[in-house]
């Protein structure tokens, strides 16, 4: 049963801490997505990639955050210097990036709190 | 504006019938995507039903049906003899463009409530 996995499930850290968040992609799967999910601004994408190449990552901000695929079995969504607004879930999600018929699939997310 | 819009926060139904909740989308792009998926409160993001722009019929998957009517730009979720486990929130999402690589677009999302 091929799943997208994301590490840690839950993260409590105080503000100015490094956070790093990671995701394996479904075996196969060529484009991976990062969502941010929040009360106010419902699911938003901050970043997705190609083939590891990033292809958009206009809605993150790009002082803190940071994205990256070292390989194509994982990826990371960093935020350095944390702040109590980026407190949310963070989602990544993993399709085979063709044809007008693909899924995206999302891992169970990451449920971040930063006091 | 919203590219994506879902009228109704909160919808509730009894166990065996059927609910319909809606979404309309805004686009001027000849090819899009629209896609449904369900949020249980344990969180996780689960796929249920895809409709492309040019399929000739609806969508269905199980008990999910999808009535999609081009001309309104809406793309409602049928959900039929509703069970306990479909209390979640469900969210319709819309990909502009073909090939997969595109990000998909989220409405708020509505909340079903299937009563016993």
């Known amino acids: 049963d091929a799943r997208v996995t994301q590490t840690p499930r839950d993260k409590v850290t105080e503000m100015g801490q490094e956070v790093t968040m990671r995701c394996q992609p479904i075996l196969g799967h060529n484009t991976v997505f990062w969502y941010r999910q929040t009360m106010m601004q419902g699911l938003e994408l901050l970043a997705y990639?190609?083939?590891?190449?990033?292809?958009?990552d206009s809605g993150m901000p790009k002082d803190r955050f940071s994205a990256e695929m070292p390989d194509a079995t994982l990826a990371t969504l960093k935020i350095q210097p944390s702040e109590p607004r980026d407190s949310a879930v963070y989602f990544c999600?993993?399709?085979f990036g063709q044809g007008d018929t693909d899924t995206q699939y999302f891992g169970p997310g990451t449920r971040l709190t930063v006091l | 504006a919203q590219k994506i819009t879902q009228t109704q926060p909160g919808m509730f139904v009894q166990e065996k019938e059927a609910v319909t909740l809606d979404c309309t989308y805004d686009t001027s792009d000849p090819s899009y995507g629209l896609f449904w998926y369900k949020q249980p409160s344990s969180g996780e993001m689960i796929f249920l039903i895809y409709q492309g722009s040019y399929d000739q019929q609806n969508a269905t998957e199980g008990r999910y049906s999808l009535n999609f009517q081009k001309a309104r730009k809406s793309a409602n979720l049928v959900i039929s003899a509703s069970q306990l486990g479909d209390s979640a929130m469900y969210f319709c999402a819309m990909r502009e463009g073909m090939g997969g690589s595109e990000k998909l677009v989220f409405g708020k999302g509505t909340k079903l409530t299937v009563n016993p």
């Open positions: 990639f190609r083939n590891r190449a990033p292809l958009d």
């Open positions: 999600a993993s399709g």
